[in-house]
């Protein structure tokens, strides 16, 4: 909301009328648009000699996104059910090895080549992170979800090796080993799940 404004005001025997103008805006970020307009409305009260009365305004049902992940037998005032520790563990390991991967992808320059060969590995295994993260999101099988991380598994572990070898820092080696096994873990505790 960015501006009200009093345009009319009705005063009589059966009540008191406040005309207003309400002034909007919201920015779109998909869009980059900043959407604007305004809408007008009353607010009808009663009086009592030189007092306007005006009945307690009622806010709107307070909405949450969490709402947009209920069934829809479910009713919005029933709280959503807490998952179980071992899902939290995965989806807590899922963002992790996001976040490894993305930093090491920023911070890896790209001028020599084994830094090269070492960044085709991580993309690859961010693609398929993404891969594992929309099987999730979607709801889909057991199976399919433990197979997306064991695909995950292949670039991990190809980094692995490639800078185990080779010439790489050994901070970057850490960074790449701890994505490998945070990886292999996480996938010994789908199977878990599965069996």
């Given at each position: ?6 345009i009319d ?82 989806a807590k ?91 292999q873990r ?10």
């Amino acid at each position: 909301m960015t501006d009200i404004e009093v345009i009319d005001v009705d005063v009589s025997d059966a009540g008191v009328a406040v005309h207003y103008s309400v002034s909007w805006a919201a920015f779109h970020p998909c869009d980059d648009k900043t959407i604007q307009g305004d809408t007008v409305r009353v607010v009808r009260g009663r009086t009592e000699g030189a007092h306007w009365l005006f009945s307690e305004a009622v806010p709107p049902t307070v909405r949450s996104t969490l709402d947009e992940f209920r069934p829809y037998d479910m009713d919005a005032s029933t709280p959503p059910t807490k998952p179980a520790p071992e899902l939290e563990a995965i989806a807590k390991a899922i963002k992790d090895l996001d976040l490894l991967i993305r930093a090491l992808l920023t911070s890896l320059p790209a001028s020599k080549p084994w830094q090269r060969q070492l960044r085709l590995h991580l993309a690859d295994a961010d693609r398929l992170l993404q891969v594992w993260r929309m099987n999730v999101v979607m709801d889909r099988s057991g199976v399919d979800i433990l197979l997306a991380a064991q695909e995950l598994l292949m670039p991990l572990r190809a980094a692995n090796v490639y800078v185990g070898s080779g010439r790489a820092d050994a901070g970057t080696k850490q960074a790449v080993q701890l994505g490998f096994n945070l990886a292999q873990r996480t996938v010994a505790a789908l199977e878990s799940l599965d069996a």
